[in-house]
């Protein structure tokens, strides 16, 4: 090292043992073995020799109080800070590697979303109790007609937006459509949308809730969709609210069933489909209001940009499609903070 980069590098190691130790106006009242816990406390992973630590203290006491300073005190205190400096930058970076590699490694996962999480899927187990509870309602429902209960089976075609396009909403969905964070089941409409599995079995997230809100002592909701049956993704049917009628404005819920996982043109009709037909069959019914989930977001692991534009495009579609619609307004929830700000960036804003 040049001579003349000596005093520099001197400065800094001080300012960083000063920096580092803390409260350096108080070294003047305190004793060396006051001082030496303390470095001990602090930077135990440092391993200084006595000499070292002596010099450190005496260094720091008397550039505190004025006192010269021997140049081998000097070489020695800079010894000992190196030592201090040296071993947090190792310690910092492994710390950072560490943070940086786990949100790498978070990043990768949700940016491949190859298969889609279970809890998405697949159903809630059931006691040997509720099986038997769910067969005796089916009977009871079938029988009634329940299972004749309305389901859609068209897949629409429509043109797929180019990822990372705008969305211009049509004139007939302008002041319809109202964007809104909160929970589904506490809104002042006429029917809510449940982000549903092929299988119409209670499940995670937006579904898991809405089953949760609207069961009966006696599984009604549940026993009413075994008796539909199955559901295939893209399509949507109905049900009643059961429990939710009871505290609540809504009547009806409509099961729409989205696509999970990695993106495809199919996935994506059937996405839009799933939104179409569930403004088909609330107008079918007669109910106006209607809330909606962000459908395939989340536990569906599915296209982030499909996921959001796509609902905006079915709507708008559906609404200008239709003039007589009775459809009055559509309510899109929102569970997070991050969902509203990406929603509202896929909608064109006028120029």
Excluded at 186 to 202: G, K, T, W, Y
Aim: aromatic fraction near 8%; charged fraction near 25%.
């Amino acid at each position: 090292m040049k001579k003349s980069n000596r005093p520099i590098i001197r400065l800094l190691f001080g300012i960083l043992a000063i920096t580092l130790l803390g409260q350096s106006a108080q070294l003047e009242a305190y004793s060396y073995a006051d001082f030496q816990q303390t470095i001990n406390r602090r930077f135990p992973w440092v391993s200084t020799t006595g000499n070292e630590m002596k010099a450190l203290y005496s260094y720091e006491t008397k550039k505190v109080t004025g006192k010269p300073v021997s140049e081998r005190e000097t070489q020695m205190a800079q010894r000992a800070a190196k030592k201090i400096g040296i071993s947090l930058v190792v310690i910092g970076t492994i710390i950072g590697a560490g943070f940086f590699g786990s949100r790498w490694w978070k990043g990768r996962q949700v940016s491949e979303p190859d298969q889609p999480p279970e809890i998405a899927s697949e159903p809630l187990p059931l006691s040997p109790e509720e099986e038997e509870q769910l067969r005796i309602k089916k009977e009871s429902l079938e029988q009634k007609g329940a299972g004749k209960i309305k389901r859609t089976d068209t897949i629409y075609n429509p043109e797929i937006p180019t990822k990372g396009s705008k969305i211009a909403l049509s004139d007939a969905l302008q002041g319809k459509l109202n964007l809104i964070s909160g929970q589904i089941t506490a809104q002042d409409v006429d029917v809510i949308v449940n982000a549903a599995n092929e299988n119409l079995s209670s499940g995670g997230g937006v579904c898991g809730q809405i089953f949760k809100d609207a069961e009966t002592s006696d599984m009604s909701l549940q026993g009413a969709c075994y008796a539909i049956g199955r559901c295939p993704t893209g399509q949507a049917c109905i049900t009643e609210s059961f429990k939710l009628k009871e505290n609540t404005p809504i009547t009806h819920i409509i099961h729409a069933v989205g696509p999970s996982g990695k993106e495809s043109s199919q996935k994506n009709k059937q996405l839009y489909s799933a939104y179409y037909n569930s403004l088909k069959l609330a107008d079918e019914y007669g109910l106006p209001k209607i809330a909606f989930p962000l459908i395939s977001s989340d536990l569906f692991g599915y296209d982030p940009y499909y996921v959001n534009a796509l609902p905006l495009q079915a709507m708008s579609d559906y609404m200008e499609q239709h003039p007589e619609t009775q459809i009055e307004e559509i309510k899109m929830m929102f569970y997070s903070y991050e969902q509203l700000p990406r929603f509202k960036k896929t909608i064109q804003t006028e120029q």
